[in-house]
């Protein structure tokens, strides 16, 4: 029988009711003739309220502990979804990370899959079930404990047990109903996706817009498992991220993604020798320091200029470890100047590959607005820039026109 | 190294504060030389918010995924438990149920503890760790799957973990800070008792003296472990369960209890003949009705009245029952009489084994008060009468002064 992935997040599962409303598109696809894997998140703040107990018995936690008390919030979800189910008559059964089981890696709160085991959901398929419903975010170490994978890690479950089961399709129901070109709220023109490449739904991911966990898209690239972002509480199809060659149209540029935080760190006049970037950037790495773009200026008289962007909540971070490092005599500099009231506009596109010319009218539509461009990187698929907050909106506005989004679908 | 079991019931872990006060109690025994098992209810009212959404989801639920959901709390507890107590300098981790593993008959919702098995927590107990925090309530079947022991389950795991680790006592912590000759709230001379023996405590928890649950007390007096019941919120010593070689004073009767919402059924004219009370009590019990006392008049040209007690609250069900029964010619009566404004006195103590007179002590206390008695039944260490419910409260403080228990210890 062919055989869907469902996964639902906390709250298209909050409540019974919407338990409810979530199992009754389980037994649509199962009527349809599916067998189907359903991947459950807790209920909507379950697993905060018990992150908030964790951390109030201890600031300094055993990970391992950690782990067995905020699993269980995905256990609940998951014996009440397979309860909800059988009382619709569709023969269903819980599955908890290690009864699967789901192997990881004993990196607890941050554990990696390595295998999943199908012998014990494939013979009760055998037996008739139609309905595995498997708790998400959890797995078992090799040491026999339980792990989870960090948060937002039931989307990963939910790949990881398409590519293991060889499913048709992973639909991620959420309370979105689809990737857009950009920010409806930052755009009115804003328009849904019917489908996007697994590359460009990762730069997306990777620049704010949260709909998929980055990872989950990382390992659906890998398996090519085709997977749609739907909502749980309307019956429209989604977005399918899936393999280029399934992205029909040759959208030059399929969205516009903002990341409003961002700060800009310059370190003036740094002594340019070979190995100064990694005499700045390892300190940086080693303070947790998450440094996105980097603009190196050319050299004058052995001194250059380097400047990297990262969060506003790690400046101070990077700055401590700057000035330990230059007081350990590992790097030269003048000054740190940091401006804290930057935000990063970024156009991702497949297209873009076969299309030269994008930079040039990204550039132009910005200085039609009359906004500066402070830093640009760019990648294969995706040109980045750092302007002044205060003109994001209007940037992404005028981006989003610029490459006609507001006709993509 | 010497090793002590202890149990904490919802209450007493109902928060992190009290969890906190919980792990003091453990670190005491801990540096006093004992390795400690630590056995887990949930937070209180936990239990009852999770089996209220499994009653939503279904009114015929599928008890294993009942018990999935249901066992979910005493995880949580157990980790916080370990975690508080890691954090107070104790090596302590969390086990749950199959991690044990605690292995169960299939009789999901109500499974009976087949085996413990000691290696996994014996080990840790060899490189050093202190204190094993179990979750209470739970364990595996013989398929894999999770079971539950039924309500107040967590008392029963207590005393096969001490039986199965030959702790040297099972302590069992709770709200209340001991066995009383009778209910405080019923007679301000109750007295707490020091010590009482296993079949007076079986006696006293069956009539109603909800301290301990029936099950566990059984567990412990078949392998003869020595149970403490004592309160979370003091230091005083509480009441010491064991052996009746162990209980010093030869008190004759030990407590009197109660039990308020009992109901009084008589058949009257009842034909008399050989199998006549299987024909009665084999339909009530299928009915799922409790029978308690039971009383056959002497016969009467071939017909006799049958009295039986049971709770008030499964009267209608006794008369549908037998009613049906009756229909169906399986037996004969002329009419059903209930009294639903009874209630049942009892005096407990193993001393009556030895000591004649203590019915005679006992009728004429209630005779002296003018409470007649309706119903009499004896075992060998426990005599109970059926009485006005009116006349309850008088008739344990009578009895209460009639054996002198105001001076127990």
Partial sequence: MPLLVMKFGGTSVADIARIRNAAAKVKREVEAGYDVIVIVSAMAGRTNELVAWVNETSPLYDAREYDAVV???????????????????VPARSWQGWQVPLVTTAAHGAARIERIERAAIDAKFAEGMRVAVVAGFQGISPEGRITTLGRGGSDTTAVAFAAAFEAERCDIYTDVDGVYTTDPRLCDRARKLSRIGFEEMLELASLGAKVLQTRSVELAMRYNVRLQVRSS??????????????????????????????????????ADRPGIAAAIFGPLAEAGVNVDMIVQNISDAGHTD??????VDQVKRAEAAMLA??????????????????????????????????????????????????????SEIKISVLIDRKYMELAVQALHDAFGLENAA
Avoid: W
């Avoid at 256990?75 to 979804?81: E, P, S, W």
């Fill in 325 to 378: 490092a230059r007081e350990r005599g590992e790097v030269g500099f003048e000054a740190l100047v940091a401006d804290t009231n930057v935000a990063k506009i970024s156009v991702v596109g497949i297209g873009m590959r076969s299309h030269a010319g994008v930079a040039a009218r990204m550039f132009r539509a910005l200085s039609g607005e009359g906004i500066n461009i402070k830093v640009i990187t760019t």
């Fill in 306 to 311: 380097m400047t990297f962007s990262c969060p």
């Fill in 71 to 89: 699993s269980s919030g995905e256990n609940v979800t998951a014996g009440l979804m397979a309860l909800t189910l059988q009382e619709m008559d």
């Fill in 233 to 270: 509480f309307s019956d429209e199809p989604g977005t399918l991220v899936c393999g280029e060659e399934e992205v029909m149209e040759s959208r030059v540029v399929s969205g516009v993604a903002y990341s409003r935080d961002e700060a800009e760190v310059t370190l003036t006049s740094v």
